[in-house]
């Protein structure tokens, strides 16, 4: 079976078509590598999310539940908040020991420290 003149365009043609959508595919591909490499920008952790995680990591690690937090603020390295704990159940409750933990936690919310700042009867108030 002979080639036709024609035949020979159809085919130069499709070699043509063939070259570009292999060139098209390479381009995507590395475009899609490229993205992939990149770092994806992380958000920081809302507020409410840093504020349950440190009461959560308090309390796995003092074995202690924490009642309230009583202070959050935003630092340069990450987070500092003031935790209020039940530290001794006692009847009545008035008479339970309670202590407040400072916590300071990384940009990302994990725990980087904490430390008891002060214990208290939960009847009693700061004096002035």
């Not at 036709?4 to 995507?28: A, L, W």
Request: with cysteine.
């Amino acid at each position: 079976m002979a080639n036709t003149p024609e035949d020979t365009q159809n085919t130069q043609n499709d070699s043509q078509n063939d070259s570009q959508n292999d060139s098209q595919k390479d381009t995507s591909a590395r475009a899609t590598s490229a993205r992939a490499h990149q770092q994806p920008q992380e958000q920081p952790p809302s507020p409410m999310r840093v504020l349950r995680g440190a009461c959560a990591q308090l309390a796995e690690l003092t074995g202690m539940e924490a009642e309230s937090v009583s202070s959050f603020e935003r630092t340069e390295d990450g987070w500092t908040l003031n935790v209020e704990v039940l530290e001794l159940a006692r009847v009545p409750d008035t008479m339970s020991l309670l202590a407040s933990y400072e916590v300071e936690l990384d940009a990302h919310g994990e725990l980087s420290g904490y430390r008891r700042v002060r214990r208290y009867e939960r009847g009693r108030s700061d004096r002035s």
